[in-house]
């Protein structure tokens, strides 16, 4: 069946706010509450009128499970409105759109609130497995003499070491293997420096700090905590960041042989970003002005290991049924996982053996011209609230568009476990 493009009516994003070695001032579903409610407030219809909400996120909290539920009601969405989650790791926010969208399609919405959001920097610290069942042999002792040897049994370093939830949620348990460490795959298998990593880093940055001062990150809606403190900005874009600097930071996921750094990796951060998306009855009903379209999605999976060219895999179908070039494309989102992983993409469609092998191409694809990727900055720079991540390229490639008065762009993301996502969108005049 051909893809029936889907409105983008509008979005909005909360600042990206790097995590701290703490939890930040705001619980996921705050963050979607907030990034929600003055993007509706601003719509010709009412929170009421939608069909349904959609959330993207990879990390709920225990009291905010279906997430998506939680927030279309505190949203005032009112209780006939269906709220559901969703969860691919990265992509959670892009799957959130492309759900949308098949509801769309095949007639079932009309009108949907789509997006994602975390607040990685709530991740919780677990006990070990040893620790939970010395608690549960505890409760089950009903003497004080029965509790007292169970007690003489706990192990200080027990209780003391606590398994870190977001390491185990960053470690693909097929391979064993962190993200970061498919990273360091990467690198290797292309011969990608650290001075390259640190270079595009540095760049990512330079291109935020532009975007901030020329006022093309108007999706972002600021934050407000309980003390009445205001979040205007993302603030792990650093406005000083140099390669000198980037070269002195130690390589983390591989200490002796590695190049992947914390500062050429996103960042761990906290963050929502919302689309309305729209048929083409709901446009004419509502009297609506979209932001533009998307024209067609791909999803694709590669192995774990390699999992950062998952843009390739995606975007690539995508190319081949519109007949398109890499230089066709006006402009692109590629999510920063890692700068090893972007430019690993970069050069994998530059190679005849990539392309052959794992594409079924004749050749290679050639050079994304880059000038046109992730001209604002991109997650090295602004961070990666994972289930926020895809949502968030895609709302702002569409502004990338309109500012640069361009057309076509495609958004792409790679996700743990071995996948990848990307969306064909264009603008509407």
Same mark, same amino acid.
């Given at each position: 069946?051909? $893809?029936?493009?889907?409105?983008?009516? &509008?979005?909005?994003? !909360?600042?990206?706010?790097?995590?701290?070695?703490?939890?930040?001032? $705001?619980?996921?579903?705050?963050? #979607? *509450?907030?990034?929600?409610?003055?993007?509706?407030?601003?719509?010709?219809?009412?929170? !009421?009128?939608?069909?349904? *909400?959609?959330?993207?996120?990879?990390?709920?909290?225990?009291?905010?499970?279906?997430?998506?539920?939680?927030?279309?009601?505190?949203?005032?969405?009112?209780?006939?409105?269906?709220?559901?989650? *969703?969860?691919?790791?990265?992509?959670?926010?892009?799957? #959130?759109?492309?759900?949308?969208?098949?509801?769309?399609?095949?007639? %079932?919405?009309?009108?949907?609130?789509?997006?994602?959001? &975390?607040?990685?920097?709530?991740a919780p610290l677990l006990y070990s497995d040893a620790?939970?069942?010395?608690?549960?042999?505890?409760?089950?002792?009903?003497?004080?003499? +029965?509790?007292?040897?169970?007690?003489?049994?706990? %192990?200080?370093? +027990?209780?003391?070491?606590? *398994?870190?939830?977001?390491?185990?949620?960053?470690?693909?348990?097929?391979?064993?293997?962190?993200?970061?460490? !498919?990273?360091?795959?990467?690198?290797?298998? $292309?011969?990608?420096?650290?001075?390259?990593?640190?270079?595009?880093?540095?760049?990512?940055?330079?291109?935020?700090? /532009? /975007?901030? #001062?020329?006022?093309?990150?108007?999706?972002?809606?600021?934050?407000?905590?309980?003390?009445?403190?205001?979040?205007?900005?993302?603030?792990?874009?650093?406005? &000083?960041?140099?390669?000198?600097?980037?070269?002195?930071?130690?390589?983390? $996921?591989?200490?002796?042989?590695? @190049?992947?750094?914390?500062?050429?990796?996103? +960042?761990?951060?906290?963050?929502?970003?919302?689309?309305?998306?729209?048929?083409?009855?709901?446009?004419? @009903?509502? +009297?609506?002005?979209?932001?533009?379209?998307?024209?067609?999605?791909?999803?694709?999976?590669?192995?774990?290991?390699?999992?950062?060219?998952?843009?390739?895999?995606? /975007?690539?179908?995508?190319?081949? @049924?519109?007949?398109?070039?890499?230089?066709?494309?006006?402009?692109?989102?590629?999510?920063?996982?890692?700068?090893?992983?972007?430019?690993?993409?970069? /050069?994998?469609?530059?190679?005849?053996?990539?392309?052959?092998?794992?594409?079924?191409?004749?050749?290679?694809?050639?050079?994304?011209?880059?000038?046109?990727?992730?001209? &604002?900055?991109?997650?090295?720079?602004?961070?990666?609230?994972?289930? #926020?991540?895809?949502?968030?390229?895609?709302?702002?490639?569409?502004?990338?568009? @309109?500012?640069?008065?361009?057309?076509?762009g495609i958004a792409a993301i790679c996700i743990g476990?071995?996948?990848?996502?990307?969306?064909?969108?264009? !603008?509407?005049?």
């Open positions: 069946m051909e $893809f029936q493009p889907v409105y983008v009516v &509008d979005g909005s994003r !909360t600042p990206f706010l790097k995590g701290r070695n703490a939890p930040g001032p $705001f619980s996921a579903s705050d963050l #979607a *509450v907030q990034a929600g409610r003055g993007l509706l407030i601003r719509q010709r219809f009412a929170p !009421t009128d939608l069909d349904e *909400v959609i959330l993207g996120c990879a990390s709920p909290s225990p009291d905010e499970v279906n997430i998506g539920r939680v927030v279309a009601l505190r949203l005032g969405c009112g209780h006939k409105v269906p709220g559901w989650t *969703v969860m691919r790791n990265c992509a959670s926010g892009m799957q #959130a759109l492309d759900s949308a969208i098949g509801n769309i399609q095949n007639g %079932r919405s009309q009108l949907v609130l789509a997006g994602g959001v &975390d607040a990685l920097s709530h620790m939970v069942r010395w608690f549960a042999q505890m409760m089950q002792a009903k003497t004080v003499g +029965q509790k007292a040897g169970v007690l003489a049994r706990l %192990r200080p370093g +027990q209780l003391l070491s606590p *398994v870190i939830g977001l390491l185990k949620g960053l470690t693909d348990p097929n391979i064993g293997l962190l993200m970061g460490q !498919t990273a360091e795959n990467l690198a290797w298998r $292309f011969a990608i420096s650290r001075q390259q990593m640190d270079q595009f880093s540095v760049g990512s940055h330079q291109r935020a700090v /532009a /975007a901030r #001062a020329g006022g093309r990150l108007g999706e972002i809606v600021p934050l407000v905590d309980a003390q009445g403190r205001v979040y205007a900005d993302d603030d792990g874009v650093r406005a &000083d960041s140099n390669v000198a600097g980037l070269s002195r930071l130690k390589p983390f $996921f591989d200490r002796r042989y590695g @190049r992947v750094t914390p500062g050429n990796s996103s +960042q761990i951060s906290d963050g929502a970003a919302w689309l309305i998306l729209a048929s083409q009855a709901a446009v004419e @009903r509502w +009297q609506l002005e979209p932001l533009g379209r998307i024209t067609d999605s791909q999803w694709a999976g590669l192995d774990p290991a390699q999992m950062g060219l998952g843009p390739v895999h995606a /975007a690539t179908p995508i190319l081949q @049924r519109h007949g398109l070039g890499l230089d066709d494309i006006d402009l692109w989102e590629i999510n920063e996982a890692f700068a090893a992983q972007v430019l690993a993409c970069l /050069a994998a469609w530059e190679s005849d053996e990539y392309c052959g092998e794992h594409l079924g191409l004749a050749q290679a694809l050639g050079a994304l011209p880059r000038g046109r990727l992730n001209v &604002d900055g991109g997650a090295v720079a602004v961070g990666h609230p994972v289930g #926020a991540s895809g949502a968030r390229i895609v709302l702002h490639l569409l502004h990338a568009l @309109r500012q640069a008065r361009v057309k076509r476990g071995g996948q990848g996502g990307a969306m064909l969108v264009d !603008t509407v005049a």
